[in-house]
């Protein structure tokens, strides 16, 4: 069924509409063509919506598998994360301790491996740095590191806990 006989049968369109003519930039054109290329363009659009709507569709499945991914990485990381943090301490207590030191850089190469890095701890930075304790020493700097802080792919997930001096 075209579009002018859909119209006459809502009761929407004369019986003469064949003989109306729109005159558009100079032209003449009739009322099925007019109509014709109105469905044709609402067709188009109707395409449009819905390929974009894929489009967004596609992105949030992207986006919510790559955020699967992430927490699943960092809860099945966190156990060896506490580990390095248990050789950070064991390294920072014994002067030399040349077994302790080999596992903690085999551990890092593997951390690193997997795109986890350490969060520097030599300068304070407010939004890299939780607080657990401020010291009065005259000087504002890191006094000392509770726990080690840990990025994923650039992404901090475990933030390091240090004694801050004021």
């Known amino acids: ?9 809502k009761g929407l369109l004369a019986e003469d509409c064949e003989t109306f003519k729109i005159i558009k930039d100079d ?3 009739s009322l099925n063509e007019l109509l014709d290329d109105f469905a044709e363009k609402k067709g188009h659009d109707s395409y449009l919506r819905l390929y974009a709507e894929f489009d967004n ?17 960092v809860k099945m990381l966190q156990s060896v994360l506490d580990m390095d943090n248990d050789l ?10 040349s077994g302790v030191r ?15 890095e350490s969060i520097q701890t030599e300068t304070y930075d407010e939004d890299l740095h939780e607080v657990i304790s401020v010291m009065e020493v005259g000087e504002s700097k890191i006094i ?19 004694v801050l001096g004021k």
């Open 102 to 116: 080999l596992i903690a850089q085999k551990l890092e190469s593997f951390l690193k491996s997997q795109g986890v």
């Open 144 to 162: 000392d590191v509770a726990s080690k802080g840990y990025t994923l792919n650039g992404k901090p997930f475990r933030y390091p806990k240090i």
């Open 57 to 73: 569709y596609k992105k949030r499945v992207n986006k919510e598998k790559e955020d699967l991914i992430f927490n699943t990485k």
């Open 27 to 29: 032209n003449e054109i």
């Open 88 to 97: 950070y301490f064991a390294l920072k207590s014994s002067a030399d301790d």
């Open 1 to 9: 069924m075209n579009t002018i006989n859909f119209l006459r049968e």
